[in-house]
């Protein structure tokens, strides 16, 4: 894993230097995404993915946390500053939305993933490299169930329709959905945010059951 920019972070740093290691660090997670989204059935695979991620994004942090050093980057033009910067932010989100995907894969809690980076950052880079996706045939009066999936691999998720949580105004839009599975495996019951798709179950090579969500019903909490 690469970590160019702390070593430099006392000295300055050329703006062709910090492209080509910042090239370097996109190319490496670009790389354990597309290793996660062309075998997603492979569970060890995907928690060696997490993890790498989960440093990954170290890495991007410590970038982020030189953002205003003006001695490292005293040799830079403003319009390299920002363009440079503008290319962090973006490979930083989506490594973000990526480890929080996971997350609940690798055995982890997750509070889950907000509408607008699913739809506009995961959703895309998934449908793009083969997945489906597919809106499940359940009624549910704040929120729908839709399923990505790729292969023998599947993930099913609540997907709140209700507005994000405000919470600077104190505004919450979080939501009780309580589900049963066809047969006699049971159900669930999950909390959601506003706005936000929540992981309740996915099929790999390790975690087989998978079920038939066939009615639910949700309370405003």
């Known amino acids: 894993m690469l970590y160019p920019f702390v070593v430099f972070a006392q000295s300055s740093y050329s703006y062709q230097q910090a492209c080509q290691d910042l090239e370097?660090?996109?190319n490496a997670m670009v790389d354990m995404i597309a290793?996660?989204?062309?075998?997603?059935?492979n569970h060890q695979n995907t928690i060696v993915v997490f993890n790498q991620l989960k440093k990954q994004n170290k890495a991007y942090q410590a970038i982020q946390n030189l953002r205003f050093d003006y001695t490292m980057f005293k040799e830079w033009e403003d319009y390299?500053?920002?363009a440079f910067y503008?290319?962090?932010?973006k490979m930083q989100a989506i490594a973000n939305?990526?480890?929080?995907?996971?997350r609940t894969i690798a055995g982890y809690n997750s509070a889950g993933i907000e509408g607008p980076e699913m739809e506009i950052l995961?959703?895309?880079?998934l449908l793009d490299s083969g997945w489906y996706k597919k809106k499940l045939d359940v009624s549910c009066e704040h929120a729908y169930f839709v399923e990505y999936g790729f292969g023998d691999f599947k993930m099913m998720f609540i997907k709140s329709i209700l507005p994000a949580n405000d919470y600077r105004n104190?505004?919450?839009?979080n939501i009780e959905v309580t589900f049963t599975y066809e047969g006699y495996a049971g159900g669930g019951s999950w909390y959601v945010g506003g706005n936000k798709y929540r992981m309740i179950q996915f099929k790999d090579n390790e975690n087989t059951q998978y079920y038939r969500v066939v009615e639910a019903t949700s309370v405003i909490k």
């Open 122 to 125: 995961l959703e895309p880079l």
């Open 80 to 82: 390299q500053l920002t």
């Open 170 to 173: 104190m505004k919450y839009n």
């Open 86 to 89: 503008n290319q962090v932010d």
């Open 24 to 26: 370097r660090l996109d």
């Open 35 to 41: 290793s996660f989204t062309r075998f997603p059935e």
């Open 97 to 102: 939305v990526y480890e929080e995907l996971l």
